[in-house]
């Protein structure tokens, strides 16, 4: 658990295009997590590294919690699967763009840190399931974009409807035409096809580090 906590951190601080003060604090936390010895550790000892950082933790990570592109319209939706969505997508696209050297890597990080981490089993479950299918077949940092977004939609399809969809925000099969005309097309029989070759482009760009407000102010 401990070992894949550290896998998490590791693809986070080579891709996570954070601001200087929070990268820094990742990466001392991230030295004490190699550095330690034994298989676990508890909550409480996290938590205390953290407080005993040099960095203050107050200017790196604020206390209170402030959502913009995943507040939802009630506090028990949207906020933290959305932003697990959002950093790992962001993770797949930093990496093809700043030359990571593993397609996996992200990936492989995601899918140990949901199934040791994330609080909805359910989640987790079916998250692992289309891992074992597919993941390794992703030989390339474009295909690792393409996967997680695909994958992502399937999970869309499949929670459509349900208690914890914000009606503010509808699980679509995104991104909508709307967002993004030309990634959607018909087959000769009518069925919806997708047009890879422009859904990446809008993913790179949508999920670019530039589309990052670090210094955003309500
Ligand atoms: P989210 O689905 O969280 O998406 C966040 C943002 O990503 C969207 O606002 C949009 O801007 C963008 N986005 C949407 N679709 C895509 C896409 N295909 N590719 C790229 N970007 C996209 N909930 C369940 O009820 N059942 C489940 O089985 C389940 N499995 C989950 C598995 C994982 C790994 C995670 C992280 C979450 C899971 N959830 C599940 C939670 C669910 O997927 C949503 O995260 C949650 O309902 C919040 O939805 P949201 O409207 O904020 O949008």
Not at 91 to 109: F, I, R, Y
Request: overall charge negative; some cysteine.
């Amino acid at each position: 658990m401990y070992f894949l906590l550290s896998l998490f951190y590791s693809a986070v601080l080579q891709f996570f295009p954070g601001r200087l003060v929070l990268m820094n604090l990742l990466k001392s936390v991230n030295t004490r997590l190699q550095n330690h010895t034994g298989n676990e550790m508890s909550y409480e000892t996290f938590r205390e590294w953290l407080d005993n950082e040099d960095q203050s933790l107050d200017t790196a990570l604020p206390e209170g919690e402030r959502w913009v592109g995943c507040q939802g319209s009630v506090p028990h939706l949207r906020r933290y699967p959305c932003g697990i969505w959002t950093l790992f997508h962001v993770l797949t696209v930093q990496a093809k763009n700043t030359g990571g050297t593993d397609p996996q890597e992200v990936l492989s990080a995601m899918r140990n840190y949901v199934h040791s981490f994330f609080g909805c089993r359910d989640c987790a479950e079916h998250f692992q399931i289309m891992a074992t299918e597919s993941l390794s077949e992703v030989n390339t940092f474009s295909a690792a974009v393409l996967w997680l977004w695909s994958r992502h939609n399937r999970v869309n399809n499949r929670v459509a409807g349900a208690l914890s969809e914000d009606p503010n925000f509808p699980k679509i099969q995104w991104p909508s035409p709307e967002m993004c005309p030309g990634c959607h097309s018909l087959k000769e029989n009518g069925e919806h096809r997708w047009v890879q070759d422009q859904v990446l482009p809008f993913l790179l760009a949508h999920f670019s580090s530039s589309s990052i407000l670090t210094d955003y102010l309500e």
